[in-house]
């Protein structure tokens, strides 16, 4: 875990007791039989289909978009690629900015994660068939790798 202040966990244990008091249980409310209907529905595109992100033809592409990045340390991370170069990595909780740039095929990028690791330099390359954006870099810990994934920007 490369970040240096990680909040305490808190686990919290909720105990659901069933229903409420006066509302009538499901033995002693009749149901009615279900409605069938004959005419034809029309398929919609289902909400999940329509958030999904668009892929990218080139790195070139990669402003204005957000990963889910798995480092090599088992660590997940969000990744949002500003259209203005600004990048905004989160972390459990935590949320720092950087900076990113395009150079050719590939994207240099800066994470802040703090001490003792401090910020890690990467560069990354997109694989245009499976839409994984890989990177590798360095930090004052070592080596560091990262493979992401494109998901929809909140």
């Known amino acids: ?29 009749p149901s009615a039989a279900p409605e069938t209907s004959t005419t034809p529905v029309e398929e919609e595109s289902s909400p999940a289909a329509a ?31 500003a259209a203005d170069g600004t990048l ?6 935590i949320s720092a900015e950087s900076s990113w740039s395009v150079d050719g095929e590939t994207v240099q990028f800066t994470l802040p994660f703090g001490p003792p690791a401090g910020i890690a330099t990467m560069t990354g390359t997109l694989d245009p068939a499976t839409q994984i954006l890989s ?20």
Not at 2 to 26: L, N, Q, Y
Not at 52 to 81: Q, Y
Not at 137 to 144: I, P, R
């Open 1 to 29: 875990m490369r970040w240096g202040c990680i909040p305490a966990v808190v686990i919290a244990v909720i105990f659901v007791t069933g229903c409420a008091a006066g509302e009538p249980s499901a033995e002693s409310t």
């Open 51 to 81: 958030s999904e992100p668009e892929p990218l033809g080139t790195i070139a592409d990669i402003a204005g978009t957000k990963w889910r990045a798995e480092d090599s340390d088992g660590d997940f991370h969000n990744i949002t690629f």
């Open 135 to 154: 990177a590798a870099g360095s930090d004052q810990l070592g080596e560091l790798t990262m493979e992401m994934t494109q998901i929809p920007l909140e």
């Open 88 to 93: 905004t990595i989160a972390t459990m909780g």
